[in-house]
């Protein structure tokens, strides 16, 4: 290849650029075949709540956190990130149907993510962090907290139990728990 | 002791204006493009974009929707 | 070249690539915004308008996903809440506070150091962490026989002062015989936690100034034969005032063994 002209010059610059608009071309129609054929969005959920008062009202009290099967049969699952565990440390999702996941958290900044799933979440004081997802394998998945929250940090992991759907029995509450099975 | 130059550092004076290489010399090296720099950027955007796709299509979409 | 020729080289270039910026700018937000969160909630059986609210950030949300709703009533483990205002009440020790402790030295000892290795010393202990505990006996959070009526006596003012005179109390001296006595497995417990059981180190909460929550008490100086008591009723439930399981998820890992070496330890050692 010669570059004895600056036409010569310009015409290489061009195939470069024309190669890298074909590239990222290619990334984004990737990203648009995802959203529009498997329903993947960023999981961002603008939804504030008072992290003074979390573990007084309603939502995400003691006694309403876990697994629950709501109007619509909608599968929702409810935890708390507090200093240094998640409360409750174990819950129960049925494999192949659509799993809410809410998170919240009274102290300070925590993360979780969902070993070989994509569920990955910041959970920040003062808003509920929500992510929704199909679980594709069945097991006990690790879910640790990712993000430093303070010196007990890294005993901080709770687990992440995927059944398959047939033996994925709610009680009579719609509850699922993981000392239930 | 008195340090004596290396010899090496006498060649890296500026050189004079006089034995300079001229400008037409110049050009004639930079005419030719190095194709094997060429070949090493495309190999490596290349292997970027497959590890890219690969992840993307035998790791991200398997494990499912999230959103 | 002269540089106003450049210029005008450059021109067509400069606007083509603002053009080709400016669309794929707006493509992005049509797409992204309108067409996306439109095809998606339709198979959620959203709305459009909803939808495109949810992907803008208006509104919380998915716009692939219906929004899950809760109707559950609150069964609080306590009724304390953590406020700037209520922290900004302990400051410094009354008179008022002084009067009230005279009704806590027949259990909890003259300077709030009690003689009965049953009942908890509170000199010393943290101002937050009494005023939680009188609240939740007041509030039938915690129960004990004697405390809940003793606290139902009290008035949220006066819970305040005497929380705040008995932890500007002087700690009670560890007795130098039994001090530092060594014992690796527990202190590793205590400093390491155990990673395997899921254990947190208890100094990640106890320890002095660790960051943990604001309720968590100084167990150090505090009476062994309390605090193993106070470590059985957590594991077996029939303590369940703390937050968010943050003691009972603790305790219920522990072995028996475990509680009496670790009442020992924080009763004798003078580090934490
Ligand atoms: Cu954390």
Redesign the pocket.
Known sequence: MRADTEQEILKTELWWTALVIAIVTAIMLAIIYAGVVHHINPPSNIETIDPKTLHLTGEFTESNLGTRVEAGDQVTSRVV?T??AFQPQCIVVPSNRTVTLRFATPDVI?GILVTGTNVNTMIIPGYVSQVHTVFTKTGDLLMP?H?F?GLG?SQ?WATVRVVPEDQFRPGPDGRASCDAR | MALTPHPDLSSQVPPRTDDAIDDAALERVMREVPSGALALSLLTVGLLLLAWFLMYAFVFLPRGMVG | MKPAELREIDRPWRIWASVIIVSILAFSVVFGFLVLPIVQGRAAGLDAFTAICRAVGILPGSPAVKQPTSEAKAQPTTQVAWSTDLMRTFGRRTQAGAEIAQGCVACHGEHGIAADPQNPNLAGQSAAAIYKQLHDYKSGSRVHDVMTGIAQGLEDRQIVEVATHFASSARRDLDPTTAEVVDEDVIRLVERGDPSRGLPACNSCHGFNAGGPIETPTLSHQNREYLARQLQAFKTDARRNDIYTRMRSVAVKLTDREIERLATFYATTLSY
């Open positions: 990130a200093q240094f925590h907290c993000e929250c940090h901080m």
